[in-house]
């Protein structure tokens, strides 16, 4: 970077928005970058110690009579412009106005956006809060173009990222640094700070320490009596809870968990030993995971906050002990998943950074334990999936392909430990899952292929349990996505079939299991689209109706849940309105349509990043009969939409494929021959593919 301009950043905001902008001004004005940072060499040049200063247009322009030279002035001065989006600014001329000023006199300039109200790139135009110029590139002559921007984005709500989350992510982008690594930084620094202040208080206490000199015999007796009621405790929650979960029988372990913490009831927290505190939390932990696995998300949170007390309780008491902070990073972990179950992905985003962060730490302090390595792995994993979550599919599969290297360390260490061969199978899983989003459909399939050959030779050596059952079912379920994608209807329907035959299986053992059951729902919605795709319609529409009854009974136990309430039931609908275009009932078909695309507005607020693979057959759908009703300008309404909506899924082939049919029917036959032949190249073959080929050599 060239040294710094006059001011470090210009803050453009809406008069409706001057609260936040006040804080935010604030905030970057009394900001200290951590010192292990300052000086450091960046994308963006050497690392600053603060951010100052912040050029505000309504502070600084009273004093000039032109408003016009002030503003280009200060522009051209600022490194960065951080815009305050909601949908007042989107609608502000001159917020708009600093956008494209700023673009104009830095093309290679950083503009960050920080979201107060609305949403990015919204389907109604009252909902946008990213002004016009936001979204678009300007090329080096400072010219406008169509290529959409790249914006980076903090959401300082409090239902996502939050305003220290969103402050942070502003820096990090600002510093051409990491997340992780600048919240990993400001804790350290906040930390020493709060040590600085306390140490005064020490010398006093040390006062008061020799009243704690004296003890008695009950005492001693009474703690060798709890110290064998703790030993039984963690015997339960860890020899025999290892010896039930493989068996997958959740009323046995829901009795371990409540036997356990059963013995703490009525204890005074604050008199428990770390041990105790410990084991307490670890019960309210297995207690939480069943309440999540039938379907009670509010239970199983309360669980796991409940526990996440303990465990910080515990940590403080004694922060150098490793297996203190592993106890603790399992609730931050839960807590984190089930955001991301409820589609509060921010909320999982800043779990899941300080998971990594817990695991980083157990290293430091025992570096030579190789199952704090494995929580690496782990923690590696769960940011990679968030990473899919957010379509950043290369960085996805480096994510996993580090977690699977990771993996396979430890397991050639120990050949014999079942769990580090578990992670080297899941490993596999979301690599395949990230290999195939980005288009590498061979690579995929060789993932999945090796997974499914690593459970066979688990399942002969250490029988088939209900767990290995469950990951051989989503495999088998997968491969048999990827062979439809590869064009093989035959061989995928088999390795959907066995899935199915896996399903069957694991809810004789446990019906009431709500995750096997959505796993179950998700086998029978891909073999329903396989048959209708390749025309047995009356076996499709068995697994139609099988699907839709778990995703009913899904959403009944608990509608927060985003997979079940709008993905599940998304799918079904989909289906159900497939099969009637198929049988030629127009009517229902596009009343079912409809169904979808209003389910996927009412979701917004807790979107499915994935509603595409069936929201986009929709707008196809609908669009195609209103043309066929010689509604031509409302069909193209809907093919724009359904095109406009596959913008951010990139290389994904079903996006790559809806994008081709989309472009087809909207004439653009350049740019869906171009399409065409990106699927040529990945290998894809859908069946539903070929067929709009066909179509489109037969009409031309």
């Known amino acids: 970077m060239a040294a710094w301009r006059e001011y470090f950043a210009f803050l453009s905001y809406s008069h409706d928005d001057k609260d936040c902008a006040d804080w935010l001004h604030r905030s970057l004005e009394n900001f200290h970058t951590p010192r292990e940072m300052v000086g450091r060499e960046s994308a963006n040049g050497k690392i600053p110690a603060r951010l100052t200063p912040i050029f505000r247009d309504r502070d600084e322009l009273p004093a000039s009579s032109d408003l016009g030279e002030t503003l280009n002035t200060a522009l051209a001065a600022s490194r960065f412009l951080i815009v305050l989006c909601s949908p007042t600014a989107a609608q502000s001329r001159w917020t708009n106005e600093e956008i494209v000023t700023f673009k104009r006199l830095h093309p290679d300039g950083r503009v960050l956006a920080a979201i107060v109200d609305g949403e990015p790139f919204a389907e109604l135009p009252e909902n946008e809060c990213f002004p016009p110029a936001l979204k678009h590139r300007f090329d080096a002559k400072g010219a406008l173009t169509e290529e959409r921007s790249e914006v980076i984005a903090a959401d300082l709500r409090d239902e996502a990222d939050g305003k220290r989350l969103g402050f942070l992510k502003l820096v990090a982008g600002m510093f051409a640094v990491g997340l992780d690594e600048l919240v990993r930084r400001e804790d350290t620094r906040r930390q020493r700070r709060l040590a600085i202040i306390s140490a005064a208080s020490v010398a006093g206490m040390a006062m008061t320490s020799g009243l704690a000199l004296f003890a008695f015999d009950a005492r001693d007796e009474a703690r060798d009596q709890r110290r064998e009621a703790e030993k039984l405790v963690g015997f339960m929650l860890g020899d025999l809870r290892g010896r039930l979960e493989p068996l997958g029988r959740l009323d046995a372990l829901d009795s371990v968990g409540a036997k356990a913490l059963d013995y703490y009831q009525g204890q005074d927290k604050g008199t428990l030993t770390e041990e105790g505190l410990a084991l307490r939390a670890r019960a309210l932990t297995l207690i939480g995971e069943i309440a999540n696995l039938r379907g009670d998300l509010d239970g199983a949170l309360a669980r796991y906050n409940e526990a996440l007390g303990g465990t910080g309780e515990a940590l403080r008491r004694d922060p150098d002990n490793a297996q203190r902070v592993f106890d603790h990073a399992q609730n931050v972990f839960w807590v984190g998943a089930l955001a991301l179950q409820r589609g509060q992905t921010n909320v999982a985003e800043a779990r899941y950074f300080e998971y990594k962060r817990l695991a980083e730490r157990m290293v430091e302090l025992d570096p030579d334990e190789p ?238 990043p994935q509603a595409f693979l069936w929201t986009t057959p929709m707008r196809l759908l609908v669009g195609d009969q209103l043309a066929g009703a010689n509604r031509s300008t409302d069909a193209r309404i809907h093919w724009s939409a359904g095109l406009a909506g596959l913008e951010k899924f990139g290389s994904h082939p079903t996006a790559q494929s809806w994008r081709y049919m989309l472009l087809r029917r909207l004439g653009r036959d350049k740019e869906a021959a171009a399409t065409a032949a990106r699927l040529d190249a990945m290998g894809y073959r859908h069946p539903n593919f070929l067929k709009a080929r066909r179509s489109s050599m037969v009409s031309a």
């Open 371 to 608: 199952e704090w390595r494995l929580e690496i792995v782990y923690a590696e994993t769960n940011l990679g999936t968030l990473m899919l979550e957010e379509n950043q599919f290369a960085r996805a599969v480096k994510a996993f392909e580090s977690a699977e290297e990771m993996a396979n360390r430890l397991v050639a260490a120990e050949p014999r430990n079942r769990r580090y061969r578990v992670m080297v199978t899941e490993s596999l899983a979301y690599l395949s899952d990230a290999q195939r989003s980005a288009g590498r459909l061979d690579q995929a399939l060789e993932s999945r292929e090796r997974q499914l050959a690593l459970l066979g030779s688990m399942a002969s050596e250490f029988g088939n349990d209900a767990d290995l059952k469950r990951k051989s079912m989503v495999a088998q379920r997968m491969l048999g996505a990827l062979f439809v994608m590869r064009g093989e209807p035959d061989i995928a329907r088999d390795h959907l079939e066995r899935a199915v035959g896996f399903s069957e299986e694991l809810r004789g053992i446990e019906p009431d299991n709500t995750e096997w059951l959505a796993v179950t729902a998700g086998v029978q919605t891909e073999l329903a689209g396989l048959l209708l795709a390749t025309g047995d319609l009356d076996e499709a529409d068995r697994y139609v109706r099988s699907s839709c009854e778990i995703a009913r009974r899904l959403v009944s136990q608990d509608k927060s849940v985003v997979e079940w309430r709008v993905t599940r039931i998304g799918e079904c609908l989909k289906l159900r309105a497939q099969s009637a275009a198929h049988r030629g009932h127009d009517d229902e078909a596009l009343s079912l349509a409809r169904e979808v695309l209003t389910l996927n507005a009412e979701s917004r607020k807790a979107p499915d």
